[in-house]
């Protein structure tokens, strides 16, 4: 089984607008990361936010924002005022604690391609 | 502070040749790792070290070998390429061996082609 997912393999959002990418997860770990990358065209892949399983707030890092549903497993990327330099692959990632089955290794998601319309 | 660097940036193999993946950080990280990137795969972990000394497998680990003598490295060595490892390789390094909380960081990858 997945133990993350990510439905959209593409979008599109128009310049301006707000965008949410979908990403589940699987695990029984109560200690676990949920971490959003996102990859542009150049190909490096950059770090944008970080929820632990015990914050009891969602994350925010300025126009990223993190809606983490604990008993849902879910943890959506909210991107607010879409720019066009957003345009770029965005991967949602899990790294289990240590007692995971994964030994504390990083999981990705197969990853949704965001592009932004002007 | 350069981060995670990683050699060459595009590499061109024929079959059977062999070659190493540099990877290099100044961050004093414990935890370093080894990714492939296919289309539409994601990232797979190859190989990964909690600490200089310490190497273990990932989830696609054959045809390739690590090995961690220093903290600062961790090589990725290809003992008998095949088409089959074209594919972008990615390096990461975090400060924890494995706890949940730390954020991995990526070098620039290096994209692999074996005719």
């Known amino acids: 089984a997945q133990k993350i997912t990510q439905t959209q393999p593409g979008m599109f959002v128009q310049e301006k607008e707000a965008v949410t990418l979908d990403c589940t997860y699987d695990t029984s770990d109560p200690s676990y990361g949920l971490f959003w990358y996102k990859q542009p065209s150049s190909g490096e892949m950059i770090f944008l936010i970080y929820q632990g399983s015990y914050d009891q707030q969602n994350a925010t890092e300025g126009r990223y924002s993190l809606n983490f549903q604990k008993a849902r497993k879910s943890a959506n990327l909210v991107i607010s005022a879409s720019q066009l330099g957003d345009s770029a692959m965005y991967f949602c990632?899990?790294?289990?604690?240590?007692?995971?089955?994964?030994?504390?290794?990083?999981?990705f998601g197969k990853g949704t391609k965001l592009s932004v319309k002007p | 502070n350069a981060g995670v660097t990683q050699t060459p940036k595009f590499q061109v193999l024929k079959t059977g040749q062999s070659m190493t993946l540099q990877c290099a950080q100044d961050?004093?990280?414990?935890?370093m790792s080894w990714y492939r990137q296919d289309p539409g795969m994601g990232l797979r972990l190859i190989h990964y070290?909690?600490?200089?000394?310490?190497?273990d497998q990932g989830e696609v680990p054959n045809g390739y070998n690590v090995s961690r003598s220093t903290t600062e490295d961790f090589p990725l060595r290809l003992l008998s390429a095949a088409p089959s490892q074209t594919s972008v390789y990615f390096c990461a390094s975090s400060f924890g061996a494995g706890v949940s909380t730390d954020t991995q960081y990526f070098g620039p990858g290096t994209r692999l082609t074996v005719l």
């Open positions: 070290s909690v600490g200089a000394g310490i190497t």
């Open positions: 990632a899990m790294r289990e604690g240590r007692g995971g089955g994964s030994q504390g290794n990083l999981i």
């Open positions: 961050m004093n990280h414990e935890y």
